[in-house]
């Protein structure tokens, strides 16, 4: 069946404006899943500090002897190599992310610290001096409630309080969301259960600018928190996802299992793309 004249035009505009959609969507996305490390797939990773890659074990974000007997001050991460779009300046659009991962916590004592956090970061967000402890491989604890210097979003998963943190950490085992990044605005106590493994979702709303995190362990035992926070006043446009581990001198080790991030940069309004003549 012949096609008509006047029609082509349309059918190529409507082409036209399927691939730059797709290209703007491409641009603004971010999406892997590693659901048990394999081989090859440290090429995608960034290993700083004491990490280790394995692909039997996992991610080991801090030190470990070749017993699995953890070591006292050690700090480590992995960031994913491919950089995020948090937001975009000449829209001021943010973006919707969603990470989901599985970590278990192994102590030969009772009070191991410190926790292990997902955290964003600029994209060329290295491992601050002094982090060992309990600023967990995010800040030096000189600059540690100054977020300009930091640019750092986190979630952390803390299982040692200090005493003499002067207020800045609650005095029981938590779940909490750092944008300090050492004084975590919103907490929710948790459970270090010895060598069980946490499944975790934390999910990112651009609408309502809600973060929210539920974990849960294999019993259903669960815990969740949320906190309205806008990427825009700690994060740059582009940035870099990952986790960070961290011990002082009470230790335990932090093993990842599973991790997958998907992100698409929201998009309220098509009208900005004009073709020609038209507008779409």
């Known amino acids: 069946m012949a096609i008509s004249k006047k029609i082509l035009p349309l059918l ?57 007997t953890p070591a006292k001050s050690t700090v480590g991460r992995v960031l994913h190599s491919t950089q995020v779009r948090l ?15 599985s970590f278990v916590i192994n102590s030969p004592i009772d009070n191991g610290a410190d926790g292990i956090a997902f955290f964003i970061a600029a994209p060329d967000s290295e491992i601050p001096k002094n ?19 930091n640019q750092v979003l986190a979630v952390e998963f803390d299982t040692f309080y200090a005493q003499d943190s002067n207020g800045w950490d609650p005095n029981y ?33 651009a609408n309502s600018k809600n973060l929210q995190v539920t974990a849960s362990y294999p019993d259903g035992q669960s815990y969740q928190v949320s906190y309205n926070v806008d990427l825009r006043d700690y994060l740059p446009e582009w940035g870099r996802v990952g986790f960070s581990a961290a011990s002082g001198q009470q230790y335990q080790s932090h093993g990842l299992q599973s991790w997958s991030f998907t992100s698409t940069l929201l998009y309220t309004s098509p009208h900005y793309l004009k073709l020609g003549r038209f507008m779409i």
């Open 12 to 68: 190529s505009i409507a082409t036209i404006f399927l691939l730059l959609l797709n290209k703007a969507h491409s641009l603004g996305s971010l999406s892997f899943g590693y659901n048990n490390f394999e081989q090859g797939d440290e090429r995608n990773l960034i290993l700083q500090g004491d990490a280790t890659f394995s692909a039997s074990k996992g991610i080991q974000l801090t030190k470990v002897d070749d017993n699995g």
């Open 87 to 101: 937001w975009e300046k000449s829209t001021n659009r943010l973006t919707n992310f969603q990470a989901q991962f």
């Open 131 to 149: 982090s060992a402890g309990g600023t967990l491989g995010l800040s030096d604890p000189s600059t540690a409630q100054n977020p300009s210097a």
């Open 173 to 205: 085992q938590h779940i909490g969301f750092d944008v300090d990044p050492i004084k975590s605005a919103a907490t929710t106590k948790w459970e270090r259960r010895n060598g069980q493994t946490l499944n975790v979702l934390v999910s990112y709303d």
